[in-house]
């Protein structure tokens, strides 16, 4: 059993983070992603060690968790570019004009700067993607910022063998000490979320923990960010063209997606919205049907599960179409919005909700029922649905993150344009994503210099541009140098 970490421990860890914040916050780009990408290689050159002891924690599958290995070395790497091209830092220079109007205009040289040390509350579902080595890491080290991770009860072991590579790996490429730590416990978090050092916090977890969390950050003597990814239920509305087009795929698609993991994903889809007279439900029982049972994460959230089955059933209005490894249940539109806060409940497990609507109004009624989630699906015949679509998606567009066509949202890519975030509850702030290199942007504060002579600016704010870095000069991007 790993022990809690005890207050000198903490305090040990704050300490040196603290210290790593400038010299962090001034490496070149370049340098920088040079650690990064060192961290990089040590994980990948580690996952024979780590994989094992993942699977022992998490009862995870060996593919699943080899690919994760390599979803986390691949987005420090993917920031490790970004950074060294310059994007991450935004540069933004505007010459002085004495010629402008109404007034001359000064000297401007914009660039975002590290808030400085973040706290990173690790997820129990992906315990390489979402934790120590995860993208909120990732995303805060490519800013400049050190990183005090909380590990996840659910793989502390496997925490700390990760830290310790990562740790090693950046000692032995030149980062300064502390620029990430591993601490353990409940208690532990919060004293370290709540000391004035921490300069920002992300978090992936339920939605008590998480809006608990926030209320700690925001009412410090000094609030900071706390980017908190809460719940979801990720709705998937299929229209009747779509239906007719393609109902079998869209139903082994559906419980595909849903089953997942073991449901266990926070893109998982959990309301599928039919219409009335669909004649899908054998396909989709067999296809449930089909699912074998399966062990999750760790007993806290399988007792969460079965208390959040269990409550769902007992919904009037709720009737179960097939139960084992996965739980198809069925209700109405009008069923729904008579019980919203009930059915409309996140239930954490490979279980999904089947709602029939008999009207496009009805429809329409249903998605603003809901509240913020991270993504929102709709199935349609783009020939005949133009009209439909149109309706529907401005709708979705206010409700969540990633609006997907014809596809389902289980599966997050790594990329400049994800967007992994919504509005609340999903989300704790609906313009931050946690996924994609933009993800760095949380831990970043934006700062002009006016008028400053050149030999003292940044070095990626000087005239020579020593970096080479891409900067925006008088509105256009270049890697040029600036002439005054």
Same mark, same amino acid.
């Given at each position: 059993?790993?022990?809690?970490?005890?207050?000198?421990?903490?305090?040990?860890?704050?300490?040196? @983070?603290? &210290?790593?914040? #400038?010299?962090?916050? =001034? !490496? +070149?780009? %370049?340098?920088?992603?040079?650690? $990064?990408?060192? *961290?990089?290689?040590?994980?990948?050159?580690?996952?024979?060690?780590?994989?094992?002891?993942?699977?022992?924690?998490?009862?995870?599958?060996?593919?699943?968790?080899?690919?994760?290995?390599?979803?986390?070395?691949?987005?420090?790497?993917?920031?490790?570019?970004?950074?060294?091209?310059?994007?991450?830092?935004?540069?933004?220079?505007?010459?002085?004009?004495?010629?402008?109007?109404?007034?001359?205009?000064?000297?401007?040289?914009?660039?975002?700067?590290?808030?400085?040390?973040?706290?990173?509350?690790?997820?129990?579902?992906?315990?390489? @993607?979402? &934790?120590?080595? #995860?993208?909120?890491? =990732? !995303? +805060?080290? %490519?800013?400049?910022?050190?990183? $005090?991770?909380? *590990?996840?009860?659910?793989?502390?072991?496997?925490?700390?063998?990760?830290?310790?590579?990562?740790?090693?790996?950046?000692?032995?490429?030149?980062?300064?000490?502390?620029?990430?730590?591993?601490?353990?416990?409940?208690?532990?978090?919060?004293?370290?979320?709540?000391?004035?050092?921490?300069?920002?916090?992300?978090?992936?977890?339920?939605?008590?923990?998480?809006?608990?969390?926030?209320?700690?950050?925001?009412?410090?003597?000094?609030?900071?960010?706390?980017?908190?990814?809460?719940?979801?239920?990720?709705?998937?509305?299929?229209?009747? @063209?779509?239906?007719?087009?393609?109902?079998?795929?869209?139903?082994?698609?559906?419980?595909?997606?849903?089953?997942?993991?073991?449901?266990?994903?926070?893109?998982?889809?959990?309301?599928?919205?039919?219409?009335?007279?669909?004649?899908?439900?054998?396909?989709?029982?067999?296809?449930?049907?089909?699912?074998?049972?399966?062990?999750?994460?760790?007993?806290?959230?399988?007792?969460?599960?079965?208390?959040?089955?269990?409550?769902?059933?007992?919904?009037?209005?709720?009737?179960?179409?097939?139960?084992?490894?996965?739980?198809?249940?069925?209700?109405?539109?009008?069923?729904?919005?008579?019980?919203?806060?009930?059915?409309?409940?996140?239930?954490?497990?490979?279980?999904?909700?089947?709602?029939?609507?008999?009207?496009?109004?009805?429809?329409?009624?249903?998605?603003?029922?809901?509240?913020?989630?991270?993504?929102?699906?709709?199935?349609?015949?783009?020939?005949?649905?133009?009209?439909?679509?149109?309706?529907?998606?401005?709708?979705?567009?206010?409700?969540?993150?990633?609006?997907?066509?014809?596809?389902?949202?289980?599966?997050?890519?790594?990329?400049?344009?994800?967007?992994?975030?919504?509005?609340?509850?999903?989300?704790?702030?609906?313009?931050?994503?946690?996924?994609?290199?933009?993800?760095?942007?949380?831990?970043?504060?934006?700062?002009?210099?006016?008028?400053?002579?050149?030999?003292?600016?940044?070095?990626?704010?000087?005239?020579?541009?020593?970096?080479?870095?891409?900067?925006?000069?008088?509105?256009?991007?270049?890697?040029?140098?600036?002439?005054?």
């Amino acid at each position: 059993m790993i022990p809690d970490t005890t207050p000198a421990e903490l305090e040990q860890a704050l300490a040196v @983070a603290t &210290s790593a914040a #400038g010299p962090l916050a =001034a !490496s +070149a780009p %370049a340098v920088r992603a040079g650690w $990064i990408r060192a *961290a990089a290689d040590a994980l990948d050159a580690a996952a024979d060690e780590l994989v094992p002891i993942a699977m022992r924690e998490t009862s995870l599958p060996e593919a699943r968790l080899r690919g994760e290995v390599a979803r986390s070395t691949g987005q420090l790497r993917m920031f490790a570019d970004a950074l060294e091209e310059g994007a991450l830092l935004e540069v933004t220079i505007d010459t002085a004009d004495p010629q402008a109007k109404p007034v001359p205009r000064p000297d401007l040289r914009r660039v975002l700067v590290p808030l400085g040390p973040v706290l990173v509350f690790a997820a129990s579902n992906f315990p390489f @993607a979402f &934790s120590v080595c #995860g993208g909120d890491t =990732a !995303s +805060a080290l %490519a800013a400049g910022c050190p990183v $005090i991770v909380k *590990a996840h009860p659910g793989h502390p072991e496997l925490s700390v063998k990760t830290a310790e590579v990562m740790i090693e790996a950046l000692r032995v490429a030149g980062a300064p000490a502390g620029t990430i730590g591993l601490i353990q416990g409940f208690d532990v978090g919060v004293i370290a979320l709540k000391d004035p050092r921490i300069t920002a916090a992300g978090f992936t977890g339920s939605v008590p923990a998480g809006k608990a969390l926030h209320e700690i950050a925001v009412t410090r003597p000094e609030p900071i960010p706390f980017y908190g990814e809460l719940g979801s239920l990720n709705p998937v509305f299929v229209t009747q @063209a779509a239906v007719d087009a393609r109902g079998n795929d869209i139903a082994t698609g559906y419980v595909g997606s849903f089953t997942l993991g073991v449901g266990q994903f926070c893109t998982k889809p959990g309301l599928l919205f039919l219409p009335a007279g669909h004649g899908l439900q054998d396909k989709l029982v067999e296809a449930a049907g089909g699912v074998p049972a399966a062990q999750m994460l760790n007993d806290r959230i399988a007792e969460g599960f079965s208390s959040g089955l269990d409550r769902l059933r007992k919904v009037d209005g709720i009737r179960v179409w097939s139960e084992g490894g996965a739980t198809l249940l069925q209700t109405t539109v009008a069923e729904l919005l008579a019980r919203r806060e009930e059915i409309l409940e996140e239930c954490f497990g490979p279980v999904s909700v089947v709602v029939e609507y008999s009207s496009v109004d009805e429809l329409a009624a249903a998605v603003e029922a809901f509240e913020g989630n991270l993504t929102a699906t709709v199935h349609a015949e783009e020939a005949v649905d133009a009209e439909l679509a149109g309706r529907l998606l401005p709708l979705l567009t206010a409700r969540a993150g990633r609006v997907l066509w014809n596809g389902w949202p289980t599966g997050v890519a790594v990329s400049w344009a994800q967007h992994h975030g919504g509005p609340s509850p999903s989300t704790v702030g609906s313009i931050f994503t946690s996924v994609g290199v933009t993800a760095a942007r949380r831990f970043q504060r934006p700062v002009a210099y006016q008028d400053t002579p050149d030999a003292v600016l940044p070095a990626v704010l000087k005239d020579s541009n020593p970096a080479g870095i891409s900067r925006r000069v008088n509105g256009t991007v270049t890697t040029s140098e600036v002439s005054r």
